[in-house]
Structures are given as structure tokens and as C-alpha cells.
């Protein structure tokens, strides 16, 4: 089994901003503010204008050649290919992968904080919206903030178990649990491959790395 770690940096081609890069989301909004609960108790209309301007970008970007090329690896590899992505896009789907793990949540999934129903999100989320369920006005985007427990850990960590081969592309490796997988992996023996601009916080926790744009360094793997 070949498991798939992607981040910011594999929609960074497609329009979609990264977090810590120069001009990144990080460095125009605070992150305790738009990506905590907290921060979402204190000024909920702050945080959905943040999610509905990410919203309305990833409905106008398309998939490059780095999420293309990842769809073909799981339709014409002959082993089982699963993306853990931290990424709350849907550029791999729409690319054609089906084996897909969001572990931070989905921009286009809604959920209602008091009683836990989930349905598609509309394009835009505020304030004034109710919980189709429970009719509480208690509306959020269905992603994981800050200091909230990923989603799917355990078929994370049984597909580390199994992996073979472990493969970090477009991360920053600075956010756990996501940054750990790398170690877990290789403690349960996969090899390990870093794709990537630049080396990252994790780097030297790779067995090897390839460095350049997503959309050129993951085909020619791939291929
Ligand atoms: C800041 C950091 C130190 N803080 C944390 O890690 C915290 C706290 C913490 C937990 N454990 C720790 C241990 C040590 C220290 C701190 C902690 N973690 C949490 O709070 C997590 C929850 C964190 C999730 C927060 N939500 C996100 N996103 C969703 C929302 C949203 O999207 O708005 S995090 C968000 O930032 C993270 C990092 O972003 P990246 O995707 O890596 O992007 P970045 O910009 O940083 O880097 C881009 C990279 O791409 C490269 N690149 C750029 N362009 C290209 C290109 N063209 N081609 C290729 N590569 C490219 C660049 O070179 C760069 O390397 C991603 O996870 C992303 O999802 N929850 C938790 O721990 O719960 C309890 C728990 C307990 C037990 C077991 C499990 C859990």
C-alpha cells in the first residue's frame, strides 16, 4: 500500500493559497481568529467570510497535473493507493481520486455545532443560518480547527501500519498529528519520499526527497 500525505503546496498551482508561504494565509489573517473555535465563538462572521472567500476560490480553481497524476497512480497502480490530504479543497476528487481521507474537514461540507448533522455547504455560510436538524444557529464550516481532533485518525494510523511506501507532497510538516506520520511510518517500516518546493520542517525525517513545483515533480515520479 502506497499512503500519500498531501498539503497546501499540491492546489498551490491551482490558485489556491498555502498557509506560511510568502503571502500565504497566515500571513494575512490570524490564525487564532479565523481557524479556532474560539476565535469562531468571538466573531463567527469574521470566520465565514475567511471560508466563504476559500470557498468561492476552490469552486473557480481547477486540478493540475500533481492531483491528474495522483489519480492515475490509484487507477493503474496494482497495489491499494489512499490520500490523507490536510487539504479542505476537493481538487483531488475532482481529479479523479476516490481513495481520499480529509483529515482537517471539507470547505464545501457544513455542520451544525449543537447537534452534529453534516450536509453540503452552501456557497456561502452566516450567521443567520439554521441547522436543517435541530434548527439551532449554530452553523460552521465542517472543518478541524486548532487545538480540535483530526478526522478518520484510526484508518490513518492502521493504513501507516500497512503502508510500504510513505509520500509527503506540499507540506510544511509544522502541523500535527500530520507531521508525526512521517516517523510513524518509517517506525512500522515503510520507506519514506518527500515531493516538495523546497525541504520542509520534516525533511531530514525522509529517506529521500525531490524538490520542485507539485505540478512537475509528482508526474515524474508517477511516470
Ligand atoms: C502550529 C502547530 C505547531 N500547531 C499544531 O500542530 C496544533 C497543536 C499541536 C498538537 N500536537 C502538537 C505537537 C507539537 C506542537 C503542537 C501541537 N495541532 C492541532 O491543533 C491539531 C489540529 C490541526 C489542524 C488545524 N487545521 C488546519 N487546516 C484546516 C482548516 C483550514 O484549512 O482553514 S491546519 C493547516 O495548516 C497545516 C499546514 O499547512 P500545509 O498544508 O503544510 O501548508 P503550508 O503553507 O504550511 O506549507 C506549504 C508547503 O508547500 C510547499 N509548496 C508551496 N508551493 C508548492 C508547489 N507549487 N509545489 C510543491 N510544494 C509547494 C511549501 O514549500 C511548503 O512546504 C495543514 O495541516 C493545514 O490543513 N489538533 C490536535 O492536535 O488535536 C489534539 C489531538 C490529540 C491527539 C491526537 C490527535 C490530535
Known amino acids: 500500500m502506497i499512503v500519500i500525505l498531501t498539503g497546501a503546496g499540491v492546489s498551490a498551482e491551482s490558485g489556491l ?11 494575512r489573517y490570524d490564525l487564532s481568529e479565523v481557524a479556532t473555535p474560539d476565535g469562531f465563538a468571538a466573531d463567527p462572521a469574521l470566520v465565514h467570510d475567511f471560508y466563504n472567500a476559500r470557498r468561492a476560490n476552490a469552486a473557480e480553481a481547477e486540478p493540475n497535473a500533481a492531483h491528474r497524476a495522483l489519480a492515475r497512480l490509484e487507477a493503474e497502480a496494482d497495489e491499494d493507493v ?28 457544513t455542520l451544525c455545532a449543537a447537534c452534529g448533522a453534516r450536509w453540503d455547504a452552501a456557497p456561502a455560510l452566516s450567521t443567520a443560518d439554521a441547522c436543517p436538524q435541530c434548527r439551532a444557529a449554530a452553523v460552521r464550516p465542517d472543518v478541524v ?38 516517523a510513524e511510518a518509517k ?3 515503510a520507506a519514506t519520499l518527500e515531493l516538495n518546493l523546497e525541504p520542509s520542517d520534516g525533511a531530514t525525517g525522509f529517506d529521500a526527497g525531490r524538490y520542485g513545483p507539485a505540478s512537475e515533480v509528482v508526474p515524474a515520479w508517477v511516470n
Open 17 to 27: 493559497g498555502t498557509f506560511r508561504d510568502k503571502g500565504g494565509l497566515w500571513s
Open 82 to 109: 489512499l490520500i490523507v490530504t490536510q487539504n479542505i479543497d476537493d481538487l483531488h476528487e475532482r481529479a479523479g481520486s476516490r481513495s481520499v481521507i480529509h483529515m482537517h474537514g471539507e470547505l464545501f461540507r
Open 145 to 182: 480547527w486548532f487545538g480540535e481532533m483530526p478526522y478518520h485518525m484510526e484508518r490513518i494510523v492502521e493504513a501507516l501500519e500497512r503502508a510500504r511506501l510513505f509520500v509527503s507532497i506540499g507540506t510544511s510538516g509544522s502541523v500535527y498529528p500530520a507531521a508525526g506520520f512521517v
Open 187 to 189: 517506525a512500522f517500516g
